[in-house]
């Protein structure tokens, strides 16, 4: 033999001992007992010896069989939907009736209310609007002392040349400052006095 020819045919590779080898253990369909899943080669379940598998295919169904896991008389369904309905109607109907009752929704605050409670004549939403305004005016009083002195101290001291129109001047700006932390419009003319 020549160098080329053992290149091209290469020794044969010697075969593994008997024992080495390992056959697929491809599984099969489950047992029909026990629904275990065991080895195609094996001919009974290893658990519980039977013989008998799941078939393959799931049995068929003429067509135009109705199946239902639970059959339910129709009338019974029918008598409960009926007293359901009918008991849904009279809660609503007398829920209906205590509110045309009353005619006057009754004041929600009741801790502000030492006696008998009030009928509401404003709606929710107004109220919490009218809240709201409120809650800004207020705060527009929380002005601190040193801030109300600057104000005063700088209207006096804006027109020095009229010493009578100091008062009213610092009173102006006083008031002024307040409307502007409170969100209100500005007036155009003086502030009437109210006839009592």
Not at 120 to 129: D, H, Q, T, V
Not at 163 to 173: E, I, L, R, V
Request: with cysteine.
């Amino acid at each position: 033999m020549t160098r080329s020819h053992q290149a091209t045919n290469p020794a044969p590779a010697p075969e593994p001992p008997v024992d080495s080898v390992r056959r697929s253990s491809a599984y099969g369909l489950p047992c029909s007992k026990c629904r275990l899943y065991y080895p195609a080669g094996l001919d009974s379940c290893p658990h519980c010896h039977h013989r008998e598998r799941v078939p393959p295919v799931a049995p068929k169904i003429p067509p135009g069989t109705k199946i239902s896991p639970d059959p339910v008389p129709a009338a019974s369904v029918d008598r409960e939907r009926e007293e359901f309905l009918r008991q849904f109607k009279s809660q609503l109907l007398d829920a209906h009736s205590e509110a045309a009752e009353t005619g006057v929704s009754a004041c929600k605050l009741t801790e502000h209310h030492a006696g008998e409670v009030a009928g509401a004549e404003i709606c929710r939403p107004c109220y919490e609007r009218l809240q709201e305004r409120l809650d800004v005016c207020e705060g527009a009083l929380h002005m601190d002392l040193k801030e109300a002195a600057q104000i005063v101290y700088n209207a006096v001291w804006s027109d020095p040349s009229d010493t009578g129109k100091t008062y009213q001047n610092a009173a102006s700006a006083l008031l002024t400052e307040l409307r502007k932390r409170a969100g209100m419009s500005t007036l155009l003319g003086p502030f009437q006095p109210l006839s009592h």
